[in-house]
């Protein structure tokens, strides 16, 4: 009977050994690693203060609207905010909005918003929810002109409703177009736009039968023209420093990311009880001045929107902040009495879905 030798098996044994607790610890190197790798990651989107309502500053964009009330949403469901992000900045965030399908943002994207100051907030997730909001308002505006064109075939609608509702470097493509031809009064000029979209189609790969479906839609009667109304209304995230559209009200962007919202005057019955709303946790709320009334006030700024913190009823003080985080003091929370309020405001938008998040 041959005799059997151990010893080759004995010296696999503790060769494997060795790759084993080698490769032990570099697993358990990379399960350190990967959690680290995570949390730089998220310091990076949410910033040292994370989703607060405090992190929210403006940049050189008459932005307003926007930022006040993501700064509102923020306050009450910061929930809402995180859960509408997902990806990260290597490969690209998505955005979730309540409603349609997911927008694409990438690394450049931010970036440019930064270069160009468009907002100043600590982390990137409110220039990441900037740019979502850009592409959102340009999908709802092609996809309504679709719907109501009475040039489209009615065979051609389909097709092209399925192309605007994908998720994917379609609406980015729009969205860098109008970004690079956009004037400082929101308007913009046809032949140029086409020229731009096509280059940014072929740059981040349009799907050829998406492509071919936006270049028939250009031609149509109305398509492009629905496009131009959206960045007049929505100009300030695209980059228009001068636009004077307010198409892009709190409402809109309230609605996008906590399903519902109302506008309201000040003078409305309404006011008191959704102020009481907003001091118990479960409402957002941004506010709108006029066009003057306390002119040389030092929190003041005609035509402006403000996120609203907070109502004492004690002492009917509202409390209120400047999206641009300065304007009064160095972070732009104020004080100001009901009366005060009711007379130089003259809207408030609020919504009271999402809880506390």
């Not at 190197?29 to 949390?39: E, K, N």
């Not at 109501?148 to 097709?159: G, Y």
């Not at 695209?238 to 309201?264: K, W």
Request: proline share 6%.
């Amino acid at each position: 009977m041959p005799q059997f030798n151990s010893q080759p098996i004995r010296e696999r044994a503790r060769e494997l050994g060795r790759v084993g607790l080698l490769t032990g610890t570099l697993l358990g190197a990379l399960s350190l690693l990967q959690p680290a790798t995570a949390l730089a990651q998220e310091g990076a989107l949410y910033g040292p203060s994370g989703v607060s309502p405090m992190a929210v500053r403006q940049g050189t964009l008459g932005s307003c609207y926007f930022h006040a009330s993501i700064a509102a949403v923020a306050k009450v469901s910061p929930g809402s905010i995180k859960s509408a992000i997902s990806g990260d900045a290597r490969s690209g965030y998505k955005v979730h909005f309540l409603t349609g399908p997911d927008e694409v943002v990438y690394p450049q994207d931010i970036a440019y918003a930064h270069e160009h100051a468009y907002d100043r907030s600590e982390g990137e997730w409110v220039t990441v929810l900037m740019r979502g909001y850009a592409q959102r308002a340009l999908r709802h505006s092609m996809v309504e002109a679709v719907n109501r064109s009475t040039t489209i075939p009615p065979f051609a609608k389909p097709i092209a409703l399925n192309a605007l509702e994908q998720t994917g470097p379609l609406l980015l493509a729009y969205d860098r177009a109008v970004r690079s031809v956009v004037s400082q009064d929101g308007e913009m000029n046809k032949a140029t736009f086409e020229t731009q979209l096509n280059r940014q189609i072929v740059a981040l790969g349009v799907p050829a039968a998406q492509a071919q479906v936006v270049g028939g839609l250009l031609e149509q009667g109305g398509f492009y023209e629905a496009i131009a109304r959206s960045v007049r209304d929505n100009g300030e995230v695209f980059g228009a420093y001068r636009s004077l559209g307010q198409g892009g009200i709190p409402f809109n962007v309230l609605e996008a990311l906590l399903g519902t919202a109302h506008s309201e005057p000040v003078t409305d019955g309404a006011l008191a009880g959704q102020l009481r709303n907003l001091h118990a946790g479960g409402e957002a709320m941004v506010a709108g001045t006029k066009a003057s009334g306390a002119a040389g006030a030092e929190w003041f700024v005609p035509t402006h929107a403000y996120t609203v913190l907070d109502y004492d009823e004690g002492t009917r003080m509202v409390v209120l902040r400047n999206p641009w985080g300065t304007k009064p003091g160095p972070d732009g929370v104020f004080r100001l009495p009901l009366a005060t309020f009711q007379q130089v405001y003259e809207n408030f938008s609020y919504s009271a879905a999402g809880g506390k998040g």
